[in-house]
């Protein structure tokens, strides 16, 4: 155990040895809520039979067909699955093993479709200051997390980085949020003016943002702008749903909720719910196309692409999203969490905002609610939060860094969609206990 990288910091973590539902058990026995699904992925929490019953029968059957010889069952079945659900014209798929390699893939797609099109002088990315994309050089390269992003700038494609619509601190008071929402998605137009749109390959964005900014989704309005800027200039739209899709947000997708299609969406954490690892890309039609009848495949791949086992989980995971009717929990329970955050720290004197979409809900830690000072960055109270709710028996997602500028605080809560009215009260009577403990 020793030899195993530790993820965060140097110091020795429990084990974990069981889940179930949405607890996790570690190996003295101690008990914690997970209230943020690891980082949005167990959706259908720890133990759920169905997926595991779904695993064991495909490892039984064939567990690996090597896709440059074979599709297989589950990847079909979930392909076709994933297709009946999306949005609009997204209707093909490609199987990956995780966010950052659906990231990457989405990518590599774009700069290829325009390259099948003669138009190889496209090689730049518009992304968004406040927003996480993976961890690969590619993925790396259109995050706005700088500190992230700085040992390795030499070595990451062109993106520039343009605001977030980020209400809470973006929208001036004597501004409509229609108004917000338009004015934030005109950055896009002025960037493409600035570097010239027939240079750039696509705009990257989360539709509701995770990991660096707890849960922000847009304004209305600023999804459909930035769709009619993207169309025309000709550029592409990728959204990343790694975090935010398969039902986390309400709807399978979360761009459902902006009312337009991107030509190009990925997903992954929930999509497998932890069962296994695995990630998907959808793109149009028009898109594979251009590739399918010009150099005839995508110079892309892995060894492990849509691996039966995982492909065999996923299936049974979006099955329960859709026909068994979870998406629609994620929806309703995300209600009550969100009135039970609100009753609870409406008006906590350092919570400045508390934000989201269904299971997906996000409160912003400020030193001071009235000004929307954020704490400073040395008294890490974010570290403090997490540590403190990890010792009540709460898992959740407290981040810290620049958010659009400034340096703040936020805690992500992204429980499983299966969590019961009792189990939401446990969650923020354990925050209660972080917050009394942890913050200044
Ligand atoms: N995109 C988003 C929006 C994410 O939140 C993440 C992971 N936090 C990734 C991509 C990368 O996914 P993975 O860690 O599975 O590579």
Redesign the pocket.
């Known amino acids: 155990m020793t030899h195993v990288f530790p993820r965060h910091s140097r110091a020795r973590m429990p084990i974990a040895v069981r889940g179930e539902g949405a607890y996790i058990f570690d190996a003295d026995g101690k008990q914690y809520l997970d209230g943020s699904g690891g ?2 992925v167990s959706c259908l929490g720890h133990s759920d039979p169905d997926v595991i019953a779904a695993i064991k029968q495909q490892a039984d059957r064939i567990p690996f067909a090597h896709t440059g010889f074979f599709s297989s069952e589950p990847a079909e079945r979930l392909a076709d699955r994933l297709i009946a659900h999306a949005p609009g014209t997204l209707d093909r798929v490609y199987l990956v093993s ?6 990457e893939a989405a990518l590599k797609l774009a700069r290829q479709y325009f390259l099948e099109r003669g138009e190889p002088q496209r090689t730049r990315f518009i992304a968004r200051r406040q ?5 690969t050089l590619g ?1 790396l390269a259109t995050g706005g997390n700088e500190w992230r992003r700085a040992p390795f700038a030499p070595m990451l494609i062109e993106t520039s980085h343009i605001s977030p619509c980020y209400e809470y601190r973006g929208r001036a008071a004597d501004e409509t949020q229609e108004a917000y929402g338009l004015r934030v998605a005109d950055e896009l137009e002025t960037e493409l003016q600035r570097i010239g749109p027939d240079n750039v390959i696509a705009f990257v964005a ?1 539709p509701v943002v ?2 660096t900014a707890g849960a922000v989704p847009a304004v209305p309005g600023y999804f459909k702008r930035v769709r009619e800027i993207c169309d025309r200039h000709g550029i592409l739209l990728i959204l ?1 749903e ?3 899709g398969m039902g986390r947000t309400g709807t399978l997708f979360a761009c459902e909720q902006d009312g337009i299609t991107p030509d190009i969406v ?1 997903v ?2 929930g999509l497998g719910a932890g069962y296994q690892p695995i ?1 998907a890309m959808l793109c149009t039609a028009e898109i594979y196309d251009a590739i399918a009848q010009g150099s005839g495949f995508f110079q892309h791949g892995h060894t492990y692409i849509g691996h039966p086992i995982a492909c065999a989980a996923a299936d049974a995971v979006v099955q329960k999203l859709t026909e068994g009717g979870l998406t629609e929990r994620s929806a309703r329970m995300g209600a009550v969490l969100d009135e039970a955050l609100r009753d609870a720290f409406g008006q906590h004197p350092n919570v400045g905002d508390i934000r989201g979409r269904g299971m997906f809900r996000g409160l912003e830690l400020v030193a001071d609610r009235e000004t929307k000072t954020p704490f400073a960055p040395e008294q890490a109270v974010h570290k403090a939060v997490k540590a403190a709710a990890f010792e009540a028996g709460l898992i959740c997602y407290p981040m810290g860094g620049t958010i659009d500028g400034q340096t703040g605080d936020h805690v992500l809560l992204a429980p499983p969609f299966i969590l019961t009215e009792a189990q939401i009260g446990e969650l923020v009577d354990k925050l209660d206990t972080a917050f009394r403990a942890a913050l200044p």
């Open positions: 980082a949005a995780g966010g950052s390699e659906a990231v927003s996480y994309h993976g961890n993925a989360e995770g990991a990343d790694v975090m935010c990925t992954a954490k990630g």
